[in-house]
């Protein structure tokens, strides 16, 4: 993990400010979901991606009733329809 350099301090209600800087790097506008995670003691963001809620590929993943899933497990389900 690189250091960005960047020190923010948390506001009083649990909020912190990604400079403009790392926005634009890392494609980041207003709105856009981010996923959160932890590692041991550190905080992990990320840009959110779907993943396919049976296997976590991110690979040609769809929304279904609200949940996502990958082309090939939408296949895999489409055969046991059929059987």
């Given amino acids: 993990m690189k250091p960005a350099g960047v020190v ?6 649990g909020r912190i400010v990604l400079p403009k800087s ?8 207003e709105g856009d979901p ?7 003691d550190h905080i992990i ?3 959110y991606r779907p993943k ?9 993943v769809a929304e279904f ?4 899933v990958c082309n090939v497990c939408m296949a895999e389900l489409d055969q046991m329809k059929q059987a």
């Fill in 34 to 40: 981010v996923e959160i995670f932890v590692q041991g």
């Fill in 65 to 68: 009733k609200e949940k996502y």
């Fill in 22 to 29: 790392l926005r634009k790097r890392y494609l980041m506008n």
């Fill in 52 to 60: 396919c809620v049976f296997c976590g590929s991110m690979a040609e």
């Fill in 8 to 13: 923010r301090k948390v506001d009083q209600l």
């Fill in 45 to 47: 963001l990320e840009r």
